[in-house]
């Protein structure tokens, strides 16, 4: 039922109130469509399960593990060590993620040798900050709302 939803999908540009050729839409999901967020839901955590494995991630607390934060489109990957994040990249490269992954944030992983990490080509930054919904990461592990002036 979903694909004939999605089935017939064209679209068409206007340029200056000139109608182009219409195409077609073979990927996506329809903006403001009651199912857009159920399909991207289901659609992360599938390629989620698929790619990380149980003893990936963080250990906030002895005996549980926290792969990835995520919140609407934005998703943060967790590592413990910088195998762990050469492991995820690696991940990625195979998957072709080049969807929007564009940055790489250290936090409170120790000095390690660290070498330059890329997907598809294309090398990630190494950023001092990271924002996440709305608050700015800092790589002692706090936010910078934390601090108060």
């Known amino acids: 039922m979903i694909k004939a939803y999605y089935r017939p999908t064209t679209a068409q540009v206007l340029v200056h109130n000139n109608p182009l050729e219409s195409f077609a839409i073979r990927s996506g999901i329809y903006l403001g469509c009651i199912l857009s967020p159920?399909?991207?839901?289901?659609?992360i955590n599938w390629i989620l399960r698929k790619s990380l494995?149980?003893?990936?991630?963080v250990e906030p607390a002895p005996g549980r593990r926290l792969s990835d934060l995520?919140?609407?489109d934005d998703i943060a990957l967790l590592a413990s060590s910088f195998d762990d994040v050469q492991s995820v990249v690696s991940w990625g490269n195979e998957i072709d993620m080049s969807i929007g992954l564009s940055k790489l944030f250290?936090?409170?992983i120790p000095d390690q040798v660290k070498a330059p990490l890329g997907i598809t080509?294309?090398?990630l930054k190494e950023v001092d900050s990271f924002k996440y919904l709305g608050a700015r990461l800092l790589p002692n592990g706090k936010s910078k709302d934390d601090t108060v002036s």
Not at 38 to 43: E, G, H, M, R
Not at 53 to 57: A, N, S, T, V
């Open 38 to 43: 159920i399909l991207f839901n289901y659609v």
């Open 53 to 57: 494995r149980g003893e990936d991630g």
């Open 70 to 72: 995520d919140y609407a």
């Open 106 to 108: 250290s936090s409170c």
């Open 121 to 123: 080509g294309r090398q």
